[in-house]
């Protein structure tokens, strides 16, 4: 049975997914003929959008891999077609569904490895609040970023589209 807090933390990251996906069909749309956006970038020591999109999904992913006791596991950061950046968008939220685990899940400590010999033990709940949805949106307003910037006719909308099912007319 998948607890209330676990759940919460599912749907968000499912819904925050959409949202980039939908951002990833506008930049499609846009570069019709291209997925040269891929490779776009805000600065050149950042990472490229298709590399965003990986790093968006690994939040998720490794939060799933989490809630079933599973080592992180990252996607590689090389997303050079858009078959493999949906591929990497898809799969992380077939990942999100197959969760079921309760919420005393969140009290366990976990440990975060840094890389470089580095890590750090946070509590799971402290792992998702502090971690991972820090992270998640990081790279999701990257990638929004980095499609603006790049003169996709995307806005404020596309990014909060999460909460269209909740507008109402006056």
């Known amino acids: 049975m998948q607890s209330q807090n676990i759940g919460f933390i599912q749907n968000l990251f499912q819904s925050r997914l959409t ?51 599973r080592p992180a596991n990252n996607l590689d950061p090389e997303v050079t077609s858009l078959t493999q950046a949906y591929e990497h968008i898809a799969n992380t939220k077939e990942l999100l569904l197959g969760i079921n685990v309760e919420d005393a899940k969140l009290a366990e400590i976990t440990r975060v490895d840094l890389g470089q010999g580095l890590y750090i033990e946070l509590s799971g709940s402290a792992y998702v609040n502090d971690f991972l949805i820090p992270n998640f949106y990081f790279h999701l307003v990257t990638a929004y970023d980095i499609l603006r910037m790049a003169g996709v006719p995307i806005g404020k909308q596309d990014y909060m589209m999460h909460l269209v099912p909740f507008v109402k007319k006056a």
């Open 19 to 69: 949202t980039l996906e939908h951002l990833l069909k506008s930049a499609q749309t846009h570069f019709s003929d291209s997925e040269q956006f891929l490779q776009k970038r805000i600065v050149a020591d950042m990472l490229p959008f298709g590399t965003q999109v990986a790093f968006t999904c690994n939040q998720p992913r490794n939060f799933a891999l989490w809630c079933d006791s």
